[in-house]
């Protein structure tokens, strides 16, 4: 896998960053930056740490579908570490197979740091090789919309 890295300045503390990416107060603020992936995008159980987190949307065929996790650090309003180990197909989740051997393990991590009147929100997040392209073009343009969100709020 590789590790790719994203960032976005955001006039906002880091409290507010991190309740408003995550979805803390309001899980609509996570799905509205999380749509650039997919329209859909959402997420069901607990940003706490331990806690087993499935990423999921509604895909092609219309069925749920999806990643599931857990939170392996969750220091609040300071860093997110969130270790994939699945997937969820129709509801069904499957955590061993081909499906999965390329990616399982792989981690999503947030950090936010002050910087004056600003916060630098940074991703790490590991990829297979034919996902980079895909998360190059992609997460920045998350980040943007999550930038507006936070900002406007």
């Known amino acids: 896998m590789i590790r790719k890295k994203y ?21 609509s603020t996570y799905e509205a930056w999380t749509a650039v992936f997919n329209p859909t995008s959402t997420y069901d159980g607990s940003w706490d740490l331990g806690s087993k987190i499935r990423f999921i949307g509604v895909d092609e065929n219309g069925k749920r579908a999806g990643m599931v996790a857990r939170i392996v650090v ?19 989740e499957i955590t061993e ?5 390329s990616w399982a393990g792989g981690y999503e991590n ?15 997040v590991d990829v297979t ?19 507006e969100i936070i900002e406007a709020n």
């Open 74 to 92: 969750h220091e609040p309003a300071d860093f997110v570490s969130i270790q994939h180990y699945g997937l969820v197909e129709d509801e069904m």
């Open 97 to 101: 197979g081909p499906q999965v051997e």
């Open 110 to 124: 947030y950090q936010f740091e002050s910087d004056g009147q600003q916060t630098i929100i940074k991703v790490e």
């Open 129 to 147: 090789a034919d996902h980079e392209e895909y998360f190059d073009k992609t997460y920045p343009n998350a980040l943007e919309k999550l930038k």
């Open 7 to 27: 960032q976005v300045s955001v006039a906002a503390s880091k409290e507010k960053c991190a309740d408003l990416m995550l979805g803390l107060t309001d899980k």
